[in-house]
């Protein structure tokens, strides 16, 4: 599972939100079920941020984001994300994608 949180910030205020964005990323990246993950900034519009991680499953990053230590250092900058669908799942030649349905927290 990828889950894509894209950011627009001031430049006046990147190296500050930079600092914010890679403790997030640390916080989040301590979880069980986390792979990879990264953080960028658009070549083209400086303000404009991403930051990328890779899961296991999405039941993985779901509890990540309950976990103390994420509300604590990931979830004050997360909540900056620009407001747009940020989860998706891998679509490699062969997998089966789930169907369009409500998912729990759980």
Avoid: C
């Avoid at 990879?36 to 519009?45: A, F, K, L």
Wanted: proline share 6%.
């Amino acid at each position: 599972m990828i889950v894509v949180n894209r950011f627009r910030v001031p430049e006046d205020d990147g190296a500050t939100f930079r600092a914010d964005l890679q403790r997030a990323h640390a916080a989040l990246a301590e979880r069980p079920g986390y792979l990879t993950g990264t953080i960028g900034r658009n070549v083209d519009d400086p303000e404009l941020w991403v930051l990328s991680t890779t899961w296991e499953h999405v039941g993985a990053y779901r509890r990540a984001l309950s976990a103390y230590d994420v509300k604590l250092h990931a979830v004050p900058t997360l909540l900056r994300a620009i407001d747009e669908p940020s989860a998706y799942e891998v679509a490699d030649p062969g997998t089966d994608l789930n169907i369009r349905q409500t998912r729990s927290l759980g």
